[in-house]
């Protein structure tokens, strides 16, 4: 637009508004274009001693617009342990600026002057930088410095699989955060007792914090067993000064002698090193009365501290004459303490007694060596001896003649009539009275006998009326058994337990068989046998178990019938005319 002045001869030429407002802006921007970009290094520290942390600060007076500074030129001197990037934009006095800022945590691989060197971004490019790293001083013997390490053993001098504690403590001030390689432990077997156990202490008055390791270790070979210093690295800060430390502890030498065969009492024992050993029992419900066929039940426990459980030898009993002994799967633990490993073996057996009488249980030791005296002991479990009595007829037995007879029904000899009874003196006016008794029983068992007599040849006269209609129809030896052992011709068999018991009585009615030892069959006992493991160990029973004894059982019947019926035809042939 123009406008002409007709007072003067001047013309003045306005421009528009939106280029005044360009013209404005570039302007205000003229300092910052005409501002040339830096970029400078600087450090906390730059003099520190080997291990020291620093931090590398880098600053940029201009925007990096999300472009990424290079590092990888620091890696060759020093280990980059951390980084932080910050941007800033400020307006003062109409003064425009804007910067970044790297914050770099770097720890030093050499000692010597080192150089940080030029780095770059965005075209711009820093100065080197120096950083001089002196030698890490020397811990004296006195002082413990900020930190320190230490191992230590138990016993310098072991014998092989004896158990030996390994310990290991990083003791600091301040705070630590770094890692630790463990110790190896060659030719050895180890458990850990403590896994990084955290306290305090005061050391040369100082309150350290402890991290500390326990290790049980268990040389498996003789000689020199050399357990070297584990490795810790990390960052130590105490007092707002970080320190990276890369700590070695000191080696272990540990002397492993042989076994001393000389002294075992026994060159198939064990070897059990040992601090202490002993061997126990418990009864369950031990009765006051034994019988044939009662079961019992008992628990040996062995235990020991410096051996783990898979040292422990397995306990057992053999069978004896007198009773059968059934074993459970064995039972073992382990607990940890700072004092080492305590163990222990729980054997629960069974025991059926077979036979009246005495029987004894024997003697069980076990031989160890004893790494307190150096000596060959011996954890003894005494004989037990039991008395057994005869098993109680669960139903009388009606072919037993001598049951019935009452001359045989005696008073045990421990039985004394009272003395009242032997000294009271009858009265003359009852006296007549027991022979009157008498005479009407003999009188009695007399018309009984003819009676029993009379009914005998009768019974005897319709049996061989029968046997003239069914010449064919005899006692054939399958009824013998359906009769002998109704339990194996049941409509459904019994349960194990039911089964077992109705065969004890069974068989000892029947064949006056109080123990199974006494069958002939070799497979008829082995399926009992597996029975009773059965019944007393949870031993796995086949399927087809009772109906082999069944099976095995009516072939006995067959052979030979039982005793009361064979008493019966020699009773009938005694009144035969």
């Given at each position: 637009?123009?406008?002409?002045?007709?007072?003067?001869?001047?013309?003045?030429?306005?421009?528009?508004?939106?280029?005044?407002?360009?013209?404005?802006m570039?302007?205000?921007?003229?300092?910052?274009?005409?501002?040339?970009k830096?970029?400078?290094?600087?450090?906390?520290?730059q003099?520190?001693?080997?291990?020291?942390?620093?931090?590398?600060?880098?600053?940029?007076?201009?925007?990096?617009?999300?472009?990424?500074?290079?590092?990888?030129?620091?890696?060759?001197?020093?280990?980059?342990?951390?980084?932080?990037?910050?941007?800033?934009?400020?307006?003062?006095?109409?003064?425009?600026?804007?910067?970044?800022?790297?914050?770099?945590?770097l720890?030093a691989?050499?000692?010597?002057?080192?150089?940080?060197?030029?780095?770059?971004?965005?075209?711009?490019?820093?100065?080197?930088?120096?950083i001089?790293?002196?030698?890490?001083?020397?811990k004296?013997?006195?002082?413990?410095?900020?930190?320190?390490?230490?191992?230590?053993?138990?016993?310098?001098?072991?014998?092989?699989?004896?158990?030996?504690?390994?310990?290991?403590?990083?003791?600091?001030?301040?705070a630590?955060?770094?890692?630790?390689?463990?110790?190896?432990?060659?030719?050895?077997?180890?458990?850990?007792?403590?896994?990084?156990?955290?306290?305090?202490?005061?050391?040369?008055?100082?309150?350290?914090?402890?991290?500390?390791?326990?290790?049980?270790?268990?040389?498996?070979?003789?000689?020199?067993?050399?357990?070297?210093?584990?490795?810790?690295?990390?960052?130590?800060?105490?007092?707002?000064?970080?320190?990276?430390?890369?700590?070695?502890?000191?080696?272990?030498?540990?002397?492993?002698?042989?076994?001393?065969?000389?002294?075992?009492?026994?060159?198939?024992?064990?070897?059990?090193?040992?601090?202490?050993?002993?061997?126990?029992?418990?009864?369950?419900?031990?009765?006051?009365?034994?019988?044939?066929?009662?079961?019992?039940?008992?628990?040996?426990?062995?235990?020991?501290?410096?051996?783990?459980?898979?040292?422990?030898?397995?306990?057992?009993?053999?069978?004896?004459?007198?009773?059968?002994?059934?074993?459970?799967?064995?039972?073992?633990?382990e607990?940890?303490?700072e004092?080492?490993?305590?163990?222990?073996?729980?054997?629960?057996?069974?025991?059926?007694?077979?036979?009246?009488?005495?029987?004894?249980?024997?003697?069980?030791?076990?031989?160890?060596?004893?790494?307190?005296?150096?000596?060959?002991?011996?954890?003894?479990?005494?004989?037990?001896?039991?008395?057994?009595?005869?098993?109680?007829?669960?139903?009388?037995?009606?072919?037993?003649?001598?049951?019935?007879?009452?001359?045989?029904?005696?008073?045990?000899?421990?039985?004394?009539?009272?003395?009242?009874?032997?000294?009271?003196?009858?009265?003359?006016?009852t006296?007549?009275?027991?022979?009157?008794?008498?005479?009407?029983?003999?009188?009695?068992w007399?018309?009984t006998?003819?009676?029993?007599?009379?009914?005998?040849?009768?019974?005897?006269?319709?049996?061989?009326?029968?046997?003239?209609?069914?010449?064919?129809?005899?006692?054939?030896?399958?009824?013998?058994?359906?009769?002998?052992?109704?339990?194996c011709?049941?409509?459904?068999?019994?349960?194990?337990?039911?089964?077992?018991n109705?065969?004890?009585?069974?068989?000892?009615?029947?064949?006056?068989?109080?123990?199974?030892?006494?069958?002939?069959?070799?497979?008829?006992?082995?399926?009992?046998?597996?029975?009773?493991?059965?019944?007393?160990?949870?031993?796995?029973?086949?399927?087809?178990?009772?109906?082999?004894?069944?099976?095995?059982?009516?072939?006995?019947?067959?052979?030979?019938?039982?005793?009361?019926?064979?008493?019966?035809?020699?009773?009938?042939?005694?009144?035969?005319?």
């Open positions: 637009m123009v406008k002409t002045m007709k007072n003067t001869n001047t013309i003045f030429f306005t421009p528009p508004i939106h280029t005044r407002f360009i013209a404005i570039i302007l205000l921007m003229l300092p910052i274009l005409s501002f040339a830096s970029l400078t290094v600087s450090a906390d520290r003099t520190i001693e080997m291990g020291d942390i620093i931090t590398l600060i880098i600053q940029a007076d201009f925007q990096t617009r999300g472009s990424q500074l290079d590092l990888e030129n620091l890696k060759d001197q020093f280990e980059i342990l951390g980084r932080q990037q910050s941007n800033q934009i400020s307006i003062i006095n109409g003064q425009f600026s804007s910067s970044t800022q790297w914050q770099i945590t720890l691989k050499q000692e010597g002057e080192l150089i940080v060197p030029p780095l770059r971004i965005e075209g711009v490019e820093s100065k080197p930088y120096k001089n790293v002196l030698p890490a001083q020397k004296s013997a006195n002082a413990r410095g900020n930190y320190f390490l230490e191992t230590g053993l138990s016993k310098q001098k072991v014998y092989v699989q004896e158990e030996v504690l390994y310990s290991l403590k990083f003791y600091f001030l301040g630590f955060q770094g890692n630790i390689r463990p110790p190896t432990f060659e030719n050895s077997l180890t458990v850990t007792l403590k896994e990084q156990d955290v306290y305090g202490k005061q050391v040369n008055g100082k309150h350290y914090t402890v991290y500390e390791w326990l290790y049980a270790v268990y040389p498996q070979q003789s000689g020199s067993l050399t357990i070297k210093g584990p490795i810790f690295s990390g960052i130590h800060q105490y007092r707002n000064r970080q320190k990276g430390i890369q700590e070695v502890a000191e080696n272990q030498t540990l002397t492993v002698l042989p076994e001393p065969t000389q002294q075992k009492k026994n060159p198939n024992d064990p070897w059990l090193p040992a601090k202490s050993l002993t061997l126990s029992e418990t009864w369950q419900s031990l009765p006051n009365t034994l019988r044939v066929g009662d079961s019992l039940t008992r628990t040996l426990l062995l235990e020991a501290q410096g051996l783990r459980a898979s040292q422990l030898p397995a306990l057992s009993t053999e069978n004896q004459q007198g009773f059968k002994v059934y074993n459970d799967q064995p039972v073992t633990e607990t940890l303490a004092q080492g490993i305590y163990s222990q073996l729980q054997q629960t057996q069974t025991l059926i007694l077979t036979q009246a009488g005495q029987i004894t249980l024997p003697e069980q030791h076990i031989n160890w060596f004893n790494t307190q005296t150096n000596t060959i002991e011996t954890a003894t479990l005494n004989a037990r001896t039991l008395t057994v009595l005869p098993a109680l007829n669960a139903t009388p037995s009606h072919s037993n003649t001598a049951a019935l007879n009452p001359t045989d029904n005696k008073q045990p000899p421990s039985y004394q009539p009272p003395e009242n009874a032997i000294d009271e003196k009858v009265s003359r006016e006296s007549f009275i027991w022979p009157l008794i008498t005479s009407l029983l003999g009188f009695a007399f018309i006998l003819v009676l029993w007599r009379r009914q005998t040849k009768s019974l005897k006269a319709k049996l061989q009326h029968l046997n003239a209609q069914n010449p064919l129809e005899t006692q054939s030896p399958l009824g013998q058994t359906t009769q002998t052992l109704a339990l011709h049941s409509n459904e068999m019994p349960t194990p337990s039911v089964f077992y109705q065969l004890k009585i069974q068989l000892k009615e029947r064949y006056s068989i109080n123990t199974f030892n006494k069958l002939e069959n070799s497979d008829l006992k082995q399926a009992i046998y597996q029975l009773e493991a059965h019944l007393f160990s949870n031993a796995d029973l086949a399927e087809n178990t009772l109906k082999t004894i069944c099976t095995h059982l009516e072939k006995i019947a067959k052979k030979s019938p039982p005793p009361s019926q064979k008493k019966g035809k020699q009773l009938a042939s005694l009144y035969k005319h």
